[in-house]
């Protein structure tokens, strides 16, 4: 029988993949205003990693403006300690559990009366609010959620044509980008606007933005042009709105997903392993099937 | 099948001793060392060695999870983040896990269309086909449950609209549909008893697969191996013994799958997933689009292609239990659709139609989705309960090799092969 070897269909898948590639990458370019922007994010792709001084800064502007409504309750002091994480020192963190607005409230006194303590490195970061109750009472009746897996439960919706969706698959797929739900919080965060548009109307104590979903949100814009964080001199990047915004949706990435960096690193070396292997146990089956025509 | 007869000869003494006894040394040696494989398989014949892997490496990532799992409606969101964030290396069972499931579909998807394309279901392997068709709806079943246990809004949400479909048996009694789903609920409502009784499930599912495996292994090596030709093992020469041959080709093949599997564990965990199950459940909330795992969208599709939820239900299930009919449904004499000019478009047309519907049921029930639903899943039905039967009937085949030697090495050399043997 004539067949081609296994070795040239290899090859030929390949290729196919390449040229799929390839013309994803110029489909990408014909149609970059109908696909929703993807940003650039340093853990992205499966070369990506966290960028310390990017969580650092991160967590500065979650500390000095997400935390006047939003609890990260999932994500514990001692974490922000942790390498592949914004990796504090360890005193600085015990010091930051210390001098932390919120208490930890409803544990008992050795009488059984309800106290409330300072948070210690082992307990969750907290936000101002014991409950959702309390948290809808003071908030208008809305709930701000709870940070922790915010980036990974949420996504950007694609309105690119259907082969437009499949060539984005592959070259997701191929690039390991999976991604959207940090794309989707730094649109959220850029997306208010002052004014609705003409003809819309406003529901009272709603802010106007582009990327929620029904555009009418209760969060009042949280940064902004006119209210820069500034960072340290040695912070890694010169403060700006786009770059806060960029830098506490890292923090979140993390929060959301903090083995990222140890997975990817692992990952690789799980690769490495499967390649040699394959590559390895190919060349024994041909030396087995050597002594057979097949 | 024992063309070359049995190699087996116990070495040790214990080996002697337990061979009077319980042979089941000589037994594994018989089936899966001395076994005849046709010397011609292609790499598709490795998927079913790669998915008795997939069967036992869930397992074993399950029984881990299992260890820290809280399977209540209060703890299991919150379990779960626990084990990803606090568990040593519980982000890697759970992602070989969630990501496991994914890859076990696709490798049972491989082998199922490798079973149509080369006529794999004909006699005799009906009864080997039929016990995969059933391995299929259990594995199924399994998925679902463990897609459920995370508890989150699509798991919940899930949960909801797939137990509701029975609820269309009102139509026929009245009553009966509700008792049936109140029944599976262990309540009014989808609720954490739903979610205990799913864990228990979910556990002992994958006992059943095995058992299941164990039938259509023995099945398998009752009736021999099909082969890209569609022709049976008949001499020593059409076949070669499985170890070292089918073995090797199988670790090749089990590797290359490995490096897809290990490409989306480490870096494309979530994308298989869906963002809205890193939400808790939320009774009070129904997500936008609630939408199943990507490897049930195109039954989902059929579903919502038809507008009586009823007979919707009827259609989806129906998909599914078209393939046990399919040994007796194809009419054609010949096995493989490489000898099929006629017939293989049509395979290739029904293998575009189920990535089709896939696609389609990932989107919202919309008018154009649903149009095309509806044409792909019409498709879907006349692919197995027209085109089996009158292609077969049709269709004039290509002529076929004398034997699988005959197609390997050419006419004069099979004879000299078979003159070789005798």
């Given at each position: 029988m004539t067949r081609p070897e296994p070795a040239w269909r290899l090859a030929a898948a390949v290729l196919l993949a390449v040229v799929a590639l390839g013309g994803a990458v110029r489909a990408e370019e014909a149609g970059k205003e109908e696909t929703p922007a993807r940003q650039q994010w340093s853990f992205a792709g499966f070369t990506g990693s966290y960028n310390q001084a990017q969580l650092q800064r991160g967590f500065q502007v979650f500390q000095q403006v997400c935390t006047a409504c939003h609890s990260?309750?999932?994500?514990?002091?001692r974490n922000l300690a942790e390498p592949g994480g914004p990796d504090f020192p360890v005193e600085a963190v015990k010091a930051l559990a210390a001098s932390w607005p919120y208490q930890i409230s409803g544990e008992l006194d050795d009488e059984g009366h309800p106290i409330d303590r300072l948070p210690g490195l082992a307990d969750p970061i907290i936000g101002p609010y014991k409950n959702d109750k309390e948290a809808r009472a003071a908030q208008n009746g809305a709930l701000p959620p709870d940070l922790s897996l915010i980036v990974r439960a949420r996504t950007i919706e694609s309105h690119a044509s259907w082969y437009r969706q499949w060539i984005n698959m592959v070259r997701d797929i191929v690039t390991a980008r999976q991604d959207g739900g940090a794309d989707y919080v730094y649109d959220l965060l850029t997306g208010f606007r002052d004014q609705p548009p003409a003809g819309v109307e406003m529901a009272d104590g709603k802010y106007y933005n582009v990327t929620f979903p029904g555009h009418q949100i209760s969060m009042p814009p949280p940064l902004s042009k006119d209210n820069v964080i500034e960072y340290q001199p040695n912070a890694g990047a010169k403060a700006s709105f786009d770059q806060n915004v960029r830098d506490v949706t890292a923090f979140l990435a993390w929060a959301a997903d903090p083995s990222l960096d140890a997975r990817k690193k692992l990952g690789w070396q799980v690769l490495f392993y499967l390649v040699i292997t394959t590559l390895l146990l190919y060349v024994a089956k041909k030396r087995i099937w050597a002594r057979v025509k097949h | 099948m024992s063309l070359h007869g049995s190699t087996y000869e116990p070495k040790s003494g214990f080996g002697k001793w337990m061979d009077e006894r319980l042979p089941i040394g000589r037994l594994m040696h018989t089936q899966f060392v001395d076994f005849p494989t046709p010397r011609n398989l292609n790499y598709l014949w490795t998927f079913g060695g790669i998915l008795t892997f997939f069967l036992m490496a869930q397992i074993v990532t399950g029984i881990v999870l299992a260890m820290h799992y809280q399977p209540s409606a209060a703890a299991a969101f919150n379990s779960i983040e626990d084990i990803r964030?606090?568990?040593?290396?519980g982000w890697l069972m759970r992602d070989l896990h969630a990501v496991g499931a994914s890859m076990f579909f696709l490798a049972a998807y491989i082998h199922i269309f490798r079973g149509l394309y080369y006529g794999s279901y004909k006699s005799p392997r009906e009864v080997l086909w039929i016990i995969g068709v059933l391995i299929f709806v259990v594995m199924m079943a399994t998925a679902f449950m463990g897609y459920s246990l995370p508890w989150g809004q699509m798991s919940f949400w899930a949960v909801t609209v797939i137990t509701n479909l029975f609820s269309s048996l009102d139509s026929i009694i009245n009553g009966l549909g509700t008792t049936i789903v109140q029944w599976l609920w262990g309540g009014y409502a989808v609720s954490g008893t739903t979610l205990n009784r799913f864990y228990s499930l979910h556990y002992l599912l994958p006992f059943v697969i095995a058992g299941l495996v164990g039938l259509h292994l023995w099945a398998l090596h009752i009736v021999g191996q099909n082969s890209p030709t569609g022709l049976d093992v008949k001499t020593k020469s059409d076949a070669v013994p499985m170890h070292p041959y089918a073995t090797s080709k199988d670790a090749v093949g089990m590797f290359a799958f490995l490096i897809l599997f290990a490409w989306f564990v480490f870096f494309l965990p979530d994308y298989l997933g869906h963002p809205d199950n890193f939400i808790p459940a939320n009774p009070l909330v129904t997500p936008p689009h609630i939408v199943p795992e990507w490897y049930f969208l195109p039954y989902y599709a059929i579903l919502r292609a038809i507008p009586n939820k009823l007979f919707g239900v009827i259609a989806m299930f129906s998909s599914i239990a078209v393939l046990l009919f399919v040994p007796w449904l194809d009419?054609?004499?010949?096995?493989?659709?490489?000898?099929?000019p006629l017939y293989k478009w049509f395979f290739w047309l029904f293998a575009f139609t189920c990535v089709a519907l896939g696609y389609l049921g990932s989107k919202p029930p919309e008018a154009t989705y649903v149009f095309w639903a509806r044409i792909f899943t019409i498709y879907y039905f006349a692919y197995f309960l027209i085109v089996m039967p009158l292609v077969g009937w049709l269709e004039k085949p290509k002529k076929l090799p004398g034997s699988i030697t005959e197609a390997v090495l050419g006419k004069d050399a099979a004879q000299a092969a078979q003159v070789a043997a005798e």
């Open positions: 990260l309750k999932r994500v514990r002091f | 964030r606090d568990v040593n290396y009419r054609s004499r010949v096995r493989s659709a490489k000898y099929r």
